[in-house]
């Protein structure tokens, strides 16, 4: 029944992993468009690589954005601008005069009278004429413009821009004309005390709303197009050169066959068509999975991950790329091998990346400049992040990034155009966004930490700060066991730096595996005191009891104190399945005649999965051992070395492990290398001879 149950549970396993791919595949199917696409890939300046083309039925040539543009602008330039004219600033300002000059209705002729009369006429006229605020150069709408359109309510009339005034020209021509009543007149000092300028206001502003209504109804009239191709005519021969008019040709076809959607085409063949190159790129991520890293086949929560942020990725291209006032380069893919990077490896990350930007090249316009330009940050970001415990190495990331991408985009137009002059500084800006949205990473990776229980480096470092609460509490309690966890810690990092491995990780692991040790620390010899041992009050099988506990204790400590799982793997398999052999043979040489159960004398496992947690197995052991000696010299060390590695070998305690041969000469190389300079003898100074 047992092994019923066991098959079963390895089916349930395969059929839960093929769900993942299932799943990926029909959210993908669904995401990627369905519409047929146009078959042929062609680059400016570059030869046709395809067949001899002829038109397929009949369609118009486009024009080019910028014969558009340049139509548009000469359309714009015949508008003549409106400008909005009002009537009530005239009145307003004469009664405003006759105020200030304090005349009476019934005034009879004066020396006020007829200097307010001429005044009066003369502001009539340049309101009349209009009055602008400022100059005509200064007003830019007004450039190569000999006339305005004066609208005053519904009723529109030309002016000539000549006869237009402005406020600083009114007030010259109305101090002139005071001047003249100055020079005819003895008793008109009281003129030089009006204040001219307050009876000056411009009634002439550009009317924007009007004049771009007419700037519109202009435009929207242009023709996008500038010929026709007939059906049957050719367009292209293979091996001639793509050059503008050829380009432009065949832009036109490649729009009006996706307008059309691909007429005569089964949809039944092109859902076909689509599936099977989805299952193919699948179909390779299994096949690199399965050879280079079996391990996130097998585990749910990485295979999840890994196929959850590649969909996200496809669909957030897609989303942006339907909206026409984005550009797809906005997307931060280069986020996409960064974060893999950071929980798996670099292998997989560019792996990944190449399989994800082929999928999103399948609709990205110009699909091998994007592909070309996408590959080449998201590989930049992975090199230059190989790294994530500092916040400027992001920083960093983000920089080189878009160097690339800026870079590549300026080679590729190079090629293409052959010159500067018509570089797109725009793309530029969406290059910028999509580099920035890299810093993103942090907040993420903290995410996904939370929702797969991955953990990052910058986890690692944090966990690793003695003073931690559970660190702190090992060394105010246990301090004999915080120092040899500290020694652990050292040693394994320099083996992993040698061999392989992230040094973090095992760092982390090793300061934590003793944590078990917190609750009975007095019943390890690091932590006692000389002449006080409690295991001298125990039997041998109790005292083993209490030794084995630890890794117990320590596993249920860390799991209470949120410790990530990759850490509390250190704890659970860092004596693996070995013996506690002190007390065995202790109990062995006192009880020769009782039959002996090893298993109470062995720890419960499991055995280290991994190069980090084997590797802090190895270095516990050895410096354990190491500090016992009585005689630390090179050969004896080296011997002490080669024989416990050779006995946990030979006890299977590697077999899970990663490790290679060559990595347990390096270990023992390290090891051997690392011990004697700690253990290194210093030379004895002679005693001052005193008189």
Partial sequence: MSKFYKKLKSYTKIIIQASVFILTAVALYFILPGEPKFKYEYQKGFPWRHENLVAPFDFAILKTSNEIETEKAEQISTVIPYFAYDTTFISAKIKELQIDLNLKEDSIAS????AFDVLKENLRELYKAGILQFSNDSYKELEGKSEIKKRAGTSVTKIEIEKLYSEKTAYNVLNNVRQNLLKNSSDAEWLNALMLEKYISANLGFDETTTQKEIDALTQNLSATRG????GERIIL??????NDKFQILESLKASYEQERGQGVSRYMVSIGKSFLIIILLGLIFAFLFIYRRDIISQLNKLSFLFLIMVVMVLLASFIDSFPNLNIYMVPLAIFPIVIRTFFDSRT???MLVITTLLIGFYAPNNYEFIILQVSAGIVAVFSLNKMHRRVHLVLASLWVFITYSLVFLALHLIHEGTLSSFNFTIIQWFAISSTLILLVYPLVYIFEKLFGFISDVTLIEISDSNQPLLRKLAEQAPGTFQHSMQIANLAEEVILRIGGNPFLVRAGA???DIGKIGRPNFFIENQAAGMNP???LEHLKSAEVIIEHVHNGVKMAQKHNLPEPII??????HGTTKANYFFLKHQQENPDELIDEKAFIYPGPLPRSKEAAVVMLVDGIEAASRSMKEKTHDNLKGLIGKMIDTKIADRQLDDSDLTFRDIDTIKA????????????????PDEKKK
Avoid: P, W
Wanted: net charge negative; charged share 25%.
């Fill in 238 to 243: 293979e091996g001639e050169i793509v050059d």
């Fill in 535 to 537: 295991h001298d009050r």
């Fill in 228 to 231: 026709m191709v007939k059906q």
């Fill in 349 to 351: 990350a560019i792996f």
């Fill in 670 to 685: 390290t090891l051997l290398e690392k011990l004697i300079n700690i253990y290194h003898i210093r030379i004895e100074y």
């Fill in 111 to 114: 020396n006020k009278q007829v």
């Fill in 569 to 574: 793997e250190f704890i659970a398999t860092h």
């Fill in 511 to 513: 300061l934590y595996h």
